[in-house]
C-alpha cells in the first residue's frame, strides 16, 4: 500500500483548558510545540485552536481551550506521547483535560496535502464504535467563497447541537478565518448518519458545498472511539 495511504493504528485528540492567567502561555505554546512534535515520531499532526462552531469566523475563537491531534503508526508510540515535552506543558498549564484516542474506520479527502488516516476498508463491526464514534472535518475555504460558507454554518450549527446522539461538538482550526473544522462525538454511527444524512440543514449545506466550489481543500473523516479520559467543561462527554 501507498505509504501515504496507510492506515495509522490510531488518532489522539487531546483537548486542554487553560485559566485565564494561562492564556498567554498557551498560545506560545502553539508556537513551542511544532519543534517537540516533529520529532515526536507522531505520522501527522495539528496544533489547533478551538471555538464554538457557531459561525466559524473569528468571534467564535475561545482562548481557554487549544487542542493537539495526532496519529501514530503503533500504540506504542501514541503511550510514549504521553510523556513528551509538549504533554507535559500542556498538562502544567491546564485546569483540565480531555483525551480521546481512535481507530480511523472511513476517511475521504486531504488536510495540507495528505491523506492523515489513510484509506480505512469500512467495516460493519469497526462502525458500530462500542466506545461511541468520533468525527473530524476540516475544510481550506476558497479566496473569495467566505461569506457564503460563513452565511450557511449558523443553521447547521443550530441544528447540530439539537441532534439526539451528539455528546460533543467543538469549532477546530489551524487558523481563525479559512482553515476550519469540527471533531465531534457520537453516541453511534446512526446519530452520526442521522446529523449527516437526515437533517435538511447539513444536506442543504453539503449540495451548495459542491455546487459553488467552497473548499479548496476537504476532509471528512470518521472514527471508532477506543478510550476516553478526562472531561470537557467538568462533563465527561
Known amino acids: 500500500m501507498d505509504p501515504q495511504r496507510a492506515v495509522p493504528a490510531c488518532a489522539v485528540l487531546h483537548l486542554w483548558r487553560v485559566p485565564t492567567t494561562a492564556v498567554p502561555a498557551a498560545v506560545a505554546r502553539m508556537a513551542l510545540d511544532r519543534r517537540h512534535l516533529r520529532t515526536s515520531g507522531a505520522a501527522f499532526w495539528k496544533l489547533l485552536g478551538t471555538g464554538d462552531g457557531r459561525t466559524f469566523t473569528p468571534r467564535d475563537a475561545d482562548p481557554h481551550h487549544w487542542a493537539v491531534l495526532t496519529t501514530w503508526a503503533d500504540d506504542a508510540g501514541a503511550t510514549a506521547f504521553e510523556r513528551s515535552p509538549a504533554v507535559r506543558a500542556w498538562d502544567r498549564l491546564a485546569a483540565e483535560r480531555l483525551r480521546v484516542e481512535m481507530v480511523p474506520v472511513a476517511s475521504r479527502g486531504r488536510w495540507s496535502g495528505r491523506e492523515p488516516f489513510g484509506a480505512p476498508v469500512p467495516s460493519r463491526a469497526a462502525a458500530a464504535g462500542s466506545g461511541g464514534i468520533a468525527s473530524i472535518t476540516r475544510a481550506r475555504i476558497r479566496f473569495g467563497r467566505g461569506r457564503a460558507f460563513w452565511g450557511a454554518v449558523p443553521p447547521v450549527s443550530a441544528d447540530l447541537h439539537a441532534v439526539p ?20 462525538l457520537w453516541e453511534d454511527a446512526s446519530s452520526l448518519r442521522d446529523f449527516a444524512h437526515g437533517r435538511a440543514a447539513h444536506r442543504d449545506v453539503v449540495e451548495r458545498t459542491g455546487r459553488e466550489r467552497w473548499y479548496a481543500e476537504e476532509l471528512f473523516a470518521r472514527f471508532a472511539v477506543r478510550s476516553l479520559e478526562g472531561t470537557h467543561r467538568g462533563v465527561a462527554p
Do not use: I, K
Not at 169 to 179: K, R, S
Open 165 to 184: 446522539g451528539l455528546r460533543l461538538a467543538v469549532g477546530v482550526g489551524e487558523a481563525p478565518v479559512g482553515l476550519q473544522g469540527t471533531f465531534s
